[in-house]
C-alpha cells in the first residue's frame, strides 16, 4: 500500500483509521492521472496544492466523485496564467471569491487561493482576503469533517492533512465546528442548514454543543437567500437519510425558520392512523416513497411526499361522534405547497408538479372505498389519469407509499384497490390514447362545422367535447359531429 497518506505524524494509527485512509487511497488512484498532471503544473510554476474539504471527506468514506476541490498559495490571476494551457475549460464565475472552474477530461474541478476570510456576523458575503497557510484555510472551513487536505504534487497525492481532528469525526460520524459552533455559524448561517444536509447525505449525528447552537442560532437563518435555502433543501431531500435531516431541522427550529409547514403538522392527529401523528406520518410516506423509486432519486416525488398532508393542521375538524377529520386537506394542501414553493423561488415546473401531486393524492380513496370490481366509471379513470398527465407514474408511487397503516389487513386491502386501478388504467390504455385525452374533433374542424371564427366559443366547443371524451371514451367522428350539433343547437345564445 502506498504509505504516502498513512506516514503524517499527526494521523493516529488505529486499524480503523488505516482502513479510511486505505479507502481515501484506492479513490484518489482512480483520479491518479489528473492528479500528477496538475500536480506538475502547480509544481513547476513553484506553488503548493491541495485536493481539500468534501472531496477528501469523500475520499475516505468512499464515495469520491468527478468534482474535485483543491486549495492553493497560488492566486488567481496566476491560476488563470497557469491552468489556460492544460486546461479543457475554464470558468471564472467565482474569480471574486479566489475560485476557478477547471473542465479536465470527465472531471470538474474548483481551485481556490487559500482563505482567511472575515464576516461582519450581520450578512453572510465575507470580507474575502486571500492567505498564505493551509491551516488558516482549513480552520475557516465549516465543519472538522471538511477540515482536511491531501498535498498534491507531480507523483500524485502526498502527505495528509489533518490539524483539526476530521478523520475523528469520520470515523465517528459526527458533524463539529472548528471553532465555537456560534462563531461558525455567525459567520454564515447557511452551516446550520448545511449540517442538516449532511445528515441525510452522509448519515452522519451531529455534536451536542453544534445542537445546542442550532437551536440558539436558528433565527439568523433569515439572513440567506431564498435560493441558497432551496439549493440545500434540495440536496437534503436527495440524500440517502432526508428523513434525519428533516426531524433535525424541526427538532432544532430550522424548520420553523425555512419549512415552518412540515414541523405545524406534529400532534395534528392522522384520522387513518391513528398511532402516529401526522409529521412522522408524513416522513413515513417520504421513507416509503423513496423506497418505491426505480430509476434513482427523484426530487419531484420527494418533495410531494413530504409536503402531501401540510393542509391537515388548518383543516382539522372534531367531529360529534368523538372523531377527527380533515375534509379538503388535499385541495389547502395543494394551496400551501405552492405558496411555499414560490417563497423558495422555485420554477413553475416544479411548483405545478409537486403543488399538483398534493391534490391529486387523495382522490384515489374514492376508488378504494367504493365496492365491487366497478368501483370507478371508466370515465373516473379517464380523469384520474387526465389529471395526472405526466405525473401519473409518480402518483402511483406517491399513492402507495400513503400507506403506512399497521393494520395488515387495511394495508393489503388498500394496495390490492391500488392494483385493480392500475389494472383498470392499462386495460382502459389498451383501447384508446389515454395519456392524450382530446376531443375527437379539432379546433378548426369545430369552426367550419359551426361557421364560426375563432374566438371563446371555439374554446366552449373544444371543452364540451374534452368533457365528452373523458365520459364516453373515444367517438366515431360521425357521433362527435352529431354531438357538438346538438350541443351547439341547444345553447340559448349563438351569436358571434
Known amino acids: 500500500m502506498d504509505p504516502l497518506l498513512l506516514g503524517c505524524p499527526n494521523v493516529a494509527g488505529s486499524g480503523a483509521d488505516a482502513e479510511l485512509l486505505a479507502a481515501a487511497q484506492v ?5 491518479g492521472d489528473v492528479l500528477r498532471e496538475l500536480g506538475r503544473v502547480f509544481a513547476d510554476a513553484g506553488h503548493e496544492l491541495f485536493l481539500v474539504g468534501g472531496s477528501v471527506r469523500d475520499a475516505l468514506l468512499g464515495r469520491l466523485g468527478n468534482d474535485l476541490d483543491f486549495t492553493t498559495d497560488a492566486r488567481p490571476e496566476q491560476l488563470q496564467a497557469m491552468l489556460r494551457g492544460w486546461a479543457d475549460a475554464l470558468w471564472d464565475t467565482g474569480i471574486e471569491f479566489g475560485t476557478i472552474g477547471v473542465g479536465k477530461g470527465d472531471d470538474r474541478l474548483e481551485i481556490t487561493t487559500f482563505r482567511a476570510d472575515t464576516y461582519d456576523q450581520v450578512s453572510r458575503n465575507p470580507e474575502v482576503r486571500f492567505g498564505d497557510r493551509l491551516e ?14 491531501v498535498r ?3 507523483d500524485g497525492p502526498g502527505e495528509f492533512h489533518d490539524p483539526l481532528g476530521g478523520l475523528a469525526a469520520v470515523q465517528a460520524k459526527v458533524l463539529d465546528t472548528p471553532a465555537a459552533p456560534e462563531i461558525s455559524f455567525g459567520d454564515d448561517p447557511l452551516r446550520m442548514l448545511r449540517a442538516a444536509r449532511f445528515v441525510s447525505q452522509l448519515e452522519f449525528t451531529v455534536a451536542p454543543r453544534v445542537v445546542e447552537a442550532l437551536v440558539e442560532m436558528a433565527p439568523q437563518l433569515q439572513r440567506i437567500s431564498a435560493e441558497r435555502v ?32 412540515v414541523g405545524g403538522m406534529r400532534m395534528a392527529i392522522d384520522e387513518h392512523h391513528q398511532h402516529k401523528d401526522v409529521y412522522w406520518h408524513s416522513l413515513t410516506v417520504l421513507r416509503q416513497a423513496i423506497d418505491l423509486e426505480s430509476d434513482g432519486p427523484d426530487l419531484v416525488l420527494r418533495w410531494a411526499a413530504l409536503l402531501h398532508d401540510i393542509g391537515k393542521p388548518s383543516t382539522r375538524r372534531h367531529e360529534a361522534d368523538g ?12 394551496k400551501m405547497a405552492r405558496k411555499r414553493m414560490r417563497a423558495l423561488k422555485y420554477s413553475k415546473q416544479m411548483i405545478d408538479d409537486v403543488s399538483q401531486l398534493v ?25 384520474y389519469v387526465t389529471d395526472a398527465g405526466p405525473l401519473l407514474p409518480r402518483l402511483h408511487k406517491l399513492v402507495r407509499a400513503d400507506c403506512t397503516t399497521r393494520n395488515k389487513r387495511r ?39 359551426l361557421d364560426i371564427p375563432a374566438g371563446p366559443q371555439v374554446g366552449e366547443a373544444w371543452r364540451y367535447l374534452k368533457e365528452l371524451r373523458l365520459d364516453r371514451g373515444p367517438l366515431s367522428h360521425d357521433e362527435a359531429v352529431e354531438e357538438l350539433t346538438k350541443w351547439w ?4 345564445d349563438q351569436t358571434v
Do not use: C
Open 489 to 492: 343547437n341547444a345553447r340559448g
Open 152 to 154: 498534491i504534487t507531480a
Open 230 to 261: 432551496a439549493a440545500e433543501l434540495d440536496k437534503l431531500l436527495l440524500g440517502a437519510d432526508p428523513v434525519a435531516g428533516i426531524d433535525l431541522m424541526v427538532q432544532t427550529g430550522l424548520g420553523d425558520v425555512v419549512l415552518p409547514e
Open 411 to 449: 394495508a393489503a386491502r388498500l394496495q390490492a384497490a391500488y392494483d385493480d386501478l392500475e389494472a383498470r388504467i392499462a386495460e382502459l390504455a389498451a383501447k384508446e390514447d389515454l395519456a392524450r385525452v382530446r376531443p375527437d374533433l379539432d379546433g378548426n374542424e369545430i369552426m367550419r362545422l
Open 136 to 149: 488558516d484555510d482549513l480552520v475557516r472551513r465549516d465543519f472538522t469533517s471538511n477540515a482536511m487536505a
Open 359 to 383: 391534490y391529486l393524492h387523495l382522490r384515489f380513496h374514492g376508488y378504494a372505498d367504493g365496492k365491487g370490481a366497478g368501483r370507478w366509471s371508466d370515465s373516473a379513470v379517464r380523469r
Open 323 to 334: 372523531g377527527v377529520s380533515f375534509h379538503h386537506h388535499e385541495v389547502v394542501g395543494a
Open 27 to 31: 479513490a484518489l488512484n482512480r483520479h
